[in-house]
């Protein structure tokens, strides 16, 4: 992948989640996105695994209207709580919304 190309992605997924791109130069540490409540790392790659694909199909097509979409990922001998749960962006911004820290406020 080009520079360009992995710091376009880094820009474009910050702007979707009203962050900031951090350049790598003062990351040390830090997700590549400066976000309130979030720790983003961004991959971005010309494919994504088939499989992966098709449980997020199975997982919308199978998904009433009040349920978010998830798919669920557990590496043989792991603990479950290590899961990774995959979501498109479009189903996290339409159930966490544009800020999802306003809710502290109103709890």
Known sequence: MT??????AERRVAAELNGHRIPITGRAGRPDVDHRWLAPE?????ELPGWLLEAMRQAQGSAGPSQLTVVMLHRVGDRYQHGLVVLTMQDFRDWFGDDPVRWEETE
């Open 42 to 46: 961004v991959k971005s790659r010309k």
């Open 3 to 8: 520079e360009r190309r992995w710091k376009a």
